[in-house]
Every structure is written in structure tokens, then in C-alpha cells.
T-cell receptor
Framework: GAGVSQTPSNKVTEKGKYVELRCDPISGHTALYWYRQSLGQGPEFLIYFQGTGAADDSGLPNDRFFAVRPEGSVSTLKIQRTERGDSAVYLC??????????????FGEGSRLTVL | GIQVEQSPPDLILQEGANSTLRCNFSDSVNNLQWFHQNPWGQLINLFY???GTKQNGRLSATTVATERYSLLYISSSQTTDSGVYFCAATGNQFYFGTGTSLTVIP
């Protein structure tokens, strides 16, 4: 696609529910990143994919968070047993190359998650 | 990971004024980007600038990698320049600063 696409743009859920957030990167971009941004803060790194594999998942806060990218394109961020503290904007970015080569990052518009 | 510090944290300008935003980073980086986050939350790419100087209209940026800092210059500011400006530096992944919140008043 022309840009990074994220769905849903807004998600309201209840505490304890399961949530999936989807990211469709720019066509041909091999690297995909998930970030989380809370109000008044800069984006916080969660996980980075190079192709299908998670090259760095050191930012995932706990085992309730999981992400996949099975075919090296679309990625899904999965959050189990959501908590109110998970409320944030979840940002996805893609890059034509990964770190090391460190290509330019392009961000989607984000998915705003609210946990009641 | 790399520490990224931005200054000033907040800035209020009269329309037409110039400003300089600074980004310091704690270690050698492969690359550096500047972003503008608009009021709707979208992160817009401004510059991809691991070193040297680039200009795009009223905006320009300079990165001095050996001294671990980057500067973003905004000239003749407009109200549409308002928002938060982030720099992000790459080690193993992109580390973001906490941003500079810019308000341009008419």
C-alpha cells in the first residue's frame, strides 16, 4: 500500500478481554516495528521484526503481549487479559531495511486502545 | 539502550519567529530521524539524517554524529508548525526522545 495502515483506529475494551491490533506495512518493507505511546510521552519500543522473525522483542512489557508476522508482511499485536494500564496508542512502523542498515522509519496513524 | 534527550521540552513562539530544537544522544548511532507529531497523533517524517545537513523549505537539520547531537531549525514559524517534535536515534532499534512541544501563536 501507499502507507502503513493500522486497524482498528480506535478500540475500547473491558479489563480482562483479549485484543488484536493489526498493521499492514508499506509494500516491500522488510522491517516492522511496534511502539506504544502514552499521553505526554515519546513512543516506547515494543518489538521489531525482520521478515517473519522477531529480531528484538525486548520491549514487550510482559507475557500478556505477543506479536506475529507469519508471512513477513502483515503483523498482529496481541494483548491478553488487558489491564487499564495497557491503554495507550499503539504505533506501527515499517522500514525498507532493518537496523544495522537502519532504513528510514515510516509510521501508521496508530491504534488507540482504551481499557475500561 | 541509547539515551535520547531533547531540549527544550516546551516552546512557545510568535508566528514568524525562528527556533532551534536540540537532540543529544548517548552513544554512536547508525541513523537519526526527526518527526513531527501533529495534533491528531500522526508521526510525520521530517528528516532522515545520520550526519550532515539537510534542508526542506523552512526546515533544516544538522547532525554532528561525532559530538552526538542533532539540531532542527524552524524558520518563519507558522501556526501549522505546532505539535510535538521527536528525534529518534538508532542503535539496535530506534530510541525516541521525550519530544519538544511547540506552540506557534498568531
Amino acid at each position: 500500500g501507499a502507507g502503513v495502515s493500522q486497524t482498528p483506529s480506535n478500540k475500547v475494551t473491558e479489563k480482562g478481554k483479549y485484543v488484536e491490533l493489526r498493521c499492514d506495512p508499506i509494500s516491500g518493507h522488510t522491517a516492522l516495528y511496534w511502539y506504544r505511546q502514552s499521553l505526554g510521552q515519546g513512543p516506547e519500543f515494543l518489538i521489531y521484526f525482520q521478515g517473519t522473525g522477531a529480531a528484538d522483542d525486548s520491549g514487550l512489557p510482559n507475557d500478556r503481549f505477543f506479536a506475529v508476522r507469519p508471512e513477513g508482511s502483515v503483523s498482529t499485536l496481541k494483548i491478553q487479559r488487558t489491564e487499564r494500564g495497557d491503554s495507550a496508542v499503539y504505533l506501527c512502523a515499517s522500514s525498507p531495511t532493518g537496523t544495522g542498515g537502519s532504513g528510514e522509519l515510516f509510521f501508521g496513524e496508530g491504534s488507540r486502545l482504551t481499557v475500561l | 539502550g541509547i539515551q535520547v534527550e531533547q531540549s527544550p521540552p516546551d516552546l512557545i513562539l510568535q508566528e514568524g519567529a525562528n527556533s532551534t530544537l536540540r537532540c543529544n544522544f548517548s552513544d554512536s548511532v547508525n541513523n537519526l530521524q526527526w518527526f513531527h507529531q501533529n495534533p491528531w497523533g500522526q508521526l510525520i517524517n521530517l528528516f532522515y539524517i545520520p550526519s550532515g545537513t539537510k534542508q526542506n523549505g523552512r526546515l533544516s537539520a544538522t547532525t554532528v554524529a561525532t559530538e552526538r547531537y542533532s539540531l532542527l531549525y524552524i524558520s518563519s514559524s507558522q501556526t501549522t508548525d505546532s505539535g510535538v517534535y521527536f528525534c529518534a536515534a538508532t542503535g539496535n532499534q530506534f530510541y525516541f526522545g521525550t519530544g519538544t512541544s511547540l506552540t506557534v501563536i498568531p
